[in-house]
């Protein structure tokens, strides 16, 4: 692959912008300057940098965002910032969308990919891949409610249950729960049939993946290669 392909499939810009950023001395490949755009070179498993700063070659990306709170998933953000403007331009450039969407005021594990493939996977109902949500309730909870979360709760507008795939109570007012379906709102309207409200909202895992204490509020990190802890 020519460096500038390279450069142009991680979201460094126009081909053109691509081919200037190389020819001004400002790109390494593989720990080696290199000013020809047009140079060949094998990017999978490979580092390169533009301006110092270190990129991995992944031909598709897949990261894990710690979202905050007052920010949209939405494309076309009404009230709030998109989540989007938390990324780094190249990943904005390259495509990269939320996998399914969290509220503008739940924080917690938000991931992105370019991969269509992937992102079908991971958002398909008949998938149920788990999601597990840290509930703070506006009212006291204790185990009747989880277990009215976990027989099945009648949704406004819906004509079936949805069911809480495990529910466990974790403080006087807060649950830990896990769902697998993706309906808009869906925490939320599940606590309401219950007779509660949800005060805050924290996704803390995806399939089997736990978001790390590391990762602090708005930071993200790389997840290639980790897909099969996805689910
Ligand atoms: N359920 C909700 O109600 N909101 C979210 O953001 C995610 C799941």
Not at 76 to 104: C, N, W, Y
Not at 144 to 167: F, H, I, M, Y
Request: aromatic residues 6%; proline residues 6%; neutral net charge.
């Amino acid at each position: 692959m020519r460096l500038e392909q390279v450069l142009f499939s991680q979201g460094f810009g126009t081909r053109h912008e691509c081919r200037g950023l190389i020819s001004l001395g400002r790109v390494t490949f593989d720990g080696e300057l290199i000013d020809d755009p047009d140079a060949e070179v094998v990017p999978e498993g490979k580092v390169f940098t533009v301006d110092g700063n270190q990129w991995p070659y992944f031909e598709k990306a897949l990261i894990a965002l710690h979202k905050p709170a007052g920010y949209e998933c939405s494309q076309k953000p009404s009230f709030h910032p998109s989540v989007m403007t938390l990324l780094p331009a190249p990943l904005r450039v390259r495509g990269m969308q939320p996998i399914g969407r969290l509220d503008e005021d739940t924080t917690g594990l938000l991931l992105f990919t370019d991969d269509g493939a992937l992102q079908h996977r991971l958002i398909h109902p008949k998938r149920h891949v788990a999601k597990v949500y840290e509930v703070t309730c506006k009212h006291p909870v204790n185990q009747q409610t989880c277990d009215k979360l976990l027989a099945g709760v009648r949704l406004v507008d819906e004509s079936v249950d949805v069911k809480a795939q495990a529910c466990e109570l974790t403080g006087p007012s807060s649950i830990r729960m896990t769902i697998t379906t993706g309906k808009y709102h869906q925490v939320k309207r599940m606590l309401a049939a219950a007779g509660n409200r949800v005060d805050a909202l924290h996704r803390s895992a995806f399939g089997k993946f736990v978001m790390p204490q590391e990762l602090r509020v708005g930071q993200w990190m790389w997840l290639n290669g980790r897909q099969d802890v996805l689910g």
